[in-house]
């Protein structure tokens, strides 16, 4: 997105040292042998003219956000898988499409035009077959797996490309006969599928025969919300960076009040012109959505951490949230502190000078102590009857 020129050209994302390694690679790099968690100077053997960028995960996150945020649109159970990858339950949305893969080319196409980003799209009736279905078609397929096609589209596809299947079980499945996930779906094998695979192998069983959960674990609320934005030009100046700061924060409140969220946990990221990352936080004393809190607490990070060095990207994180109806505000010595019931009789009775009013407890029981005090005595008159 920030670098059409790279388009279509090997280009890797990792360190710039010729110590460090690759964190991944794109279609063309790959196509040469080169991959994720490879030594950069190994790559460069493999392809002189390879282009390295550095990480940006501060970017990475917010693209994140965006494109779980624009799929919420379409249904809010949503859970995330990893950083650019999730499950979506669409039950309900989906009937308001004609067909299954209508709904799948909406989403496809609203990422790719409002984020720029290219996806593929898995449709089917529990997580695994999604999952399988989503990688079928890389990097821009929309792919429907019903379990009446589990024998033709998912049966004949490498064990090795099974998910749950791990690199060292797959020589395990292999010496075994076991080649295929069909193979891995036959009752003949189940005995040796057992074996290896101990107390996951029903469940992997059934999976490779098309049955698996179709529940998904999802919150409506965010564990985090997090503005951030990189400068166009560096900053190098306390003041530059607290105005800076303040803007974010606005920001950052604004969409903390729209959600519906107040959080304990403000965190800030520096970058400087380095690319190098630095992330303090500070927990506050109670759960807030307010700007003068949350500048506060960033105002005081930012005061003890700057560095003249020089910014080009800034970020602040609001953690630890909940929903703001749901949080029990706690009275502090800043506050009146609400009366109680009792409190309430008391000052009452100092007015009239007696006690003429109570509460309907302390009026239970002492009419229950009163019961029971008769209750003795009677006991008692009787004992005394009986031994007469």
Same mark, same amino acid.
């Given at each position: 997105l920030r670098h059409p020129e790279y388009k279509d050209k090997p280009m890797a994302v990792g360190s710039l040292s010729s110590r460090g390694v690759l964190s991944t690679a794109n279609?063309?790099? %790959?196509?040469?042998?080169?991959h994720s968690a490879m030594p950069v100077f190994q790559a460069k053997q493999l392809y002189p003219d390879l282009i390295i960028v550095p990480g940006d995960h501060a970017y990475y996150r917010k693209l994140s956000g965006d494109f779980f945020r624009l799929l919420r649109r379409y249904s809010p159970m949503l859970e995330p898988v990893s950083i650019d990858e999730c499950f979506l339950d669409v039950t309900d949305t989906i009937r308001r499409y004609r067909r299954p893969l209508d709904l799948a080319v909406a989403i496809q196409t609203a990422?790719?035009?409002?984020?720029?980003? %290219?996806?593929?799209?898995?449709?089917?009736?529990?997580?695994?077959?999604?999952?399988?279905?989503s990688d079928m078609r890389k990097p821009m397929g929309i792919?429907?797996?019903r379990k009446s096609e589990v024998p033709v589209k998912l049966w004949p596809m490498d064990i090795g490309s099974m998910v749950g299947i791990g690199k060292k079980t797959v020589p395990l499945l292999r010496r075994e006969g076991i080649d295929t996930i069909g193979e891995l779906a036959d009752p003949v094998h189940e005995q040796a599928v057992r074996r290896i695979l101990g107390k996951n192998a029903l469940s992997m069983i059934a999976r490779a025969r098309g049955n698996g959960?179709?529940?998904?674990?999802?919150?409506?609320t965010h564990k985090s919300v997090?503005?951030?934005?990189?400068?166009?030009?560096?900053?190098?100046?306390?003041?530059?960076?607290?105005?800076?700061?303040?803007d974010l924060c606005r920001e950052l409140v604004r969409r903390l009040q729209k959600d519906g969220q107040k959080g304990m946990l403000v965190s800030v990221v520096f %970058?400087?012109?380095?690319?190098?990352?630095?992330?303090?936080s500070r927990s506050l004393d109670r759960y807030t959505n307010q700007f003068e809190p949350v500048y506060e607490a960033v105002q005081s990070i930012v005061e003890q951490n700057f560095e003249s060095a020089g910014y080009r990207h800034m970020g602040v994180t609001m953690g630890s949230l909940q929903n703001a109806e749901h949080i029990m505000e706690q009275p502090t010595i800043f506050e009146p502190v609400q009366d109680t019931a009792r409190d309430v009789v008391n000052l009452l009775n100092r007015k009239f000078d007696q006690s003429v009013f109570t509460t309907a407890g302390d009026l239970l029981r002492s009419k229950a102590d009163s019961t029971a005090g008769l209750s003795g005595e009677t006991k008692q008159k009787e004992g005394k009857d009986e031994q007469q």
């Open positions: 279609y063309a790099a %790959r196509a040469l042998g080169i990422v790719y035009e409002e984020l720029g980003l %290219r996806c593929s799209i898995g449709v089917a009736p529990n997580r695994f077959l999604a999952k399988m279905a792919t429907v797996l959960s179709d529940k998904l674990e999802f919150s409506s997090s503005v951030s934005r990189t400068l166009n030009v560096d900053i190098y100046t306390l003041e530059e960076a607290l105005s800076f700061a303040r %970058r400087d012109v380095d690319f190098r990352n630095k992330v303090r």
